[in-house]
T-cell receptor, first 114, second 110 residues
Framework: NAGVTQTPKFQVLKTGQSMTLQCAQD?????MSWYRQDPGMGLRLIHY???????DQGEVPNGYNVSRSTTEDFPLRLLSAAPSQTSVYFC?????????????FGPGTRLLVL | GDSVTQMEGPVTLSEEAFLTINCTYT??????LFWYVQYPGEGLQLLLK?????DKGSNKGFEATYRKETTSFHLEKGSVQVSDSAVYFC?????????FGAGTRLTVKP
């Protein structure tokens, strides 16, 4: 199993550009989520999905869109990038949404917005 | 809302020293508590977890006990190794909301 994969590993954007961060998992997990990691702030939840066709907002959803058309994929879209979105983005998945479920994290995408 | 507070780093220890990283939380419900570890250039990996009060999570010599009365989940290890150098995150999950602490960087010197 590849686990949770993310592409690209690193991206530079100009302000106003759009892009999609890809995330895929091959563990048949129902729950998937996106986080951003900023220095001194830990990880903050952007959006999550409890299954195909279902998404919801997390703590910091503004400026980001998601969709979940399949169980495996959960892309994150930046419609108009801003310097404040410079961060490291992590995708994670878990078998279910129960409290005790362990999340498995991808290797991250480092995004720089100029 | 829910939140996690953990001790600020960085923490530098000599090999075989005792480690404590403090973590306290606030939550409206009865969350599960986690410690994740992040090695350089990698994503987070689960280190240990506890799902109810008085549970003790343990893994690789690390331990943490879910203390509801003090709302704490402190991470401990009796004898650290150089390979334990990483960033450690305390986290809670309450319903579909997962909250992380800011992370504590640990460096262990030979």
């Amino acid at each position: 199993n590849a686990g949770v994969t993310q592409t690209p590993k690193f991206q530079v954007l100009k302000t106003g550009q759009s892009m999609t961060l890809q995330c895929a998992q091959d563990m048949n997990h129902e729950y998937m989520s996106w986080y951003r990691q900023d220095p001194g702030m830990g990880l903050r939840l952007i959006h999550y999905s409890v299954g195909a066709g279902i998404t919801d907002q997390g703590e910091v959803p503004n400026g980001y869109n998601v969709s979940r058309s399949t169980t495996e994929d959960f892309p994150l879209r930046l419609l108009s990038a801003a310097p404040s979105q410079t961060s490291v983005y992590f995708c994670a998945s878990s078998k279910g949404q129960e409290l005790q479920e362990t999340q498995y994290f991808g290797p991250g995408t480092r995004l720089l917005v100029l | 809302g829910d939140s996690v507070t953990q001790m600020e780093g960085p923490v530098t220890l000599s090999e075989e020293a005792f480690l404590t990283i403090n973590c306290t939380y606030t939550a409206t419900g009865y969350p599960s508590l986690f410690w994740y570890v992040q090695y350089p250039g990698e994503g987070l990996q689960l280190l240990l977890k506890a799902t109810k009060a008085d549970d003790k999570g343990s893994n690789k010599g690390f331990e943490a006990t879910y203390r509801k009365e003090t709302t704490s989940f402190h991470l401990e290890k009796g004898s650290v190794q150089v390979s334990d150098s990483a960033v450690y995150f305390c986290a809670l999950k309450d319903n579909n909301d997962m909250r992380f602490g800011a992370g504590t960087r640990l460096t262990v010197k030979p």
